[in-house]
C-alpha cells in the first residue's frame, strides 16, 4: 500500500457525461500528479499541484481540469467525456518537487481509477 | 524533451532465471525511478535511483547518470515477478517524470 488513495477505483459513464475523480496524498506530501494510462498512449503526465497551487502542466485537455484543496487532496474533473477519454487515471504524490536527485521527490502511486465511457 | 527507451519490450522466463531490464535516456537527469504495475493494474515503486547502487531483495538496480542508462536486474525470478516494468525519468529544476513504454515480464511456473 503507497499510502495514496484515489476513488472511485471504477467509473462506467456515457459520452458527454463529467466526471470527478478524487486523490489522497500520503501523509506530509505536498506535491499530487495526475496520470492518464492508456493502451496507445502509455503514461502521460497531466498536471501537478503543490501545496494548493498548480505547478506544471502536461498534455491535459482543455476538457479536463484539477485542484487541490487546502487539507491536499486532489480531484481531477473530466467533462463533455468521449470515448477516446477511457482510461486508467492515477494519482501520485510526493513530499516535493526538485533537481537535485533528492529521495523527497520519490512519486508512489495511487491504485488508479478505471473510466470506461460508453 | 528527454527521451526514454526500454529494452527488451518483452521478456518470457522460466521461474528461477535471471534477467536484466534497461533504461536509455536522451539527456542528463536528476531523478529516476523503477516501477512494476502488476497485472491488476497497481504501479509498485521498486527503485529510486539517479545515481549509483541499490538492493532490495531479489531486485537491484544500477544507475549510471554520466552514461545515460539504468538498469534493473532480477535475479530467481518468481510468477509474482509478471508484470510490466517502467522506468521514469526527470531532469531540470523540478521532477515532472517521462516514461518508457516498459519491459512487459511474463515468468512461467
Known amino acids: 500500500d503507497s499510502g495514496v488513495t484515489q476513488t472511485p477505483k471504477h467509473l462506467i459513464t456515457a459520452t458527454g457525461q463529467r466526471v470527478t475523480l478524487r486523490c489522497s496524498p500520503r501523509?506530509?506530501?505536498?506535491?499530487v500528479y495526475w496520470y492518464q494510462q492508456s493502451l496507445d498512449q502509455g503514461l502521460q503526465f497531466l498536471i501537478q499541484y503543490y501545496n494548493g497551487e498548480e505547478r506544471a502542466k502536461g498534455n491535459i485537455l482543455e476538457r479536463f481540469s484539477a485542484q487541490q484543496f487546502p487539507d491536499l487532496h486532489s480531484e481531477l474533473n473530466l467533462s463533455s467525456l468521449e470515448l477516446g477519454d477511457s482510461a486508467l487515471y492515477f494519482c501520485?504524490?510526493?513530499?516535493?518537487?526538485?533537481?537535485?536527485?533528492?529521495?523527497?521527490?520519490?512519486?508512489?502511486f495511487g491504485p488508479g481509477t478505471r473510466l470506461t465511457v460508453l | 524533451g528527454i527521451q526514454v527507451e526500454q529494452s527488451p519490450p518483452d521478456l518470457i522466463l522460466q521461474e528461477g532465471a535471471n534477467s536484466t531490464l534497461r533504461c536509455n535516456f536522451s539527456?542528463?537527469?536528476?531523478?529516476l525511478q523503477w516501477f512494476h504495475q502488476n497485472p491488476w493494474g497497481q504501479l509498485i515503486n521498486l527503485f529510486y535511483?539517479?545515481?549509483g547502487t541499490k538492493q532490495n531483495g531479489r531486485l537491484s538496480a544500477t544507475t549510471v547518470a554520466t552514461e545515460r542508462y539504468s538498469l534493473l536486474y532480477i535475479s530467481s525470478s518468481q510468477t509474482t515477478d509478471s508484470g510490466v516494468y517502467f522506468c521514469?525519468?526527470?531532469?531540470?529544476?523540478?521532477?515532472?517524470?517521462?516514461f518508457g513504454r516498459g519491459t512487459s515480464l511474463i515468468v512461467h511456473p
Open positions: 501520485a504524490s510526493s513530499h516535493q518537487s526538485g533537481g537535485g536527485g533528492s529521495s523527497y521527490n520519490e512519486q508512489f
Open positions: 539527456d542528463s537527469v536528476n531523478n
Open positions: 521514469a525519468v526527470g531532469s531540470g529544476g523540478s521532477y515532472i517524470p517521462t
Open positions: 535511483i539517479p545515481s
Open positions: 501523509s506530509g506530501d505536498l506535491s
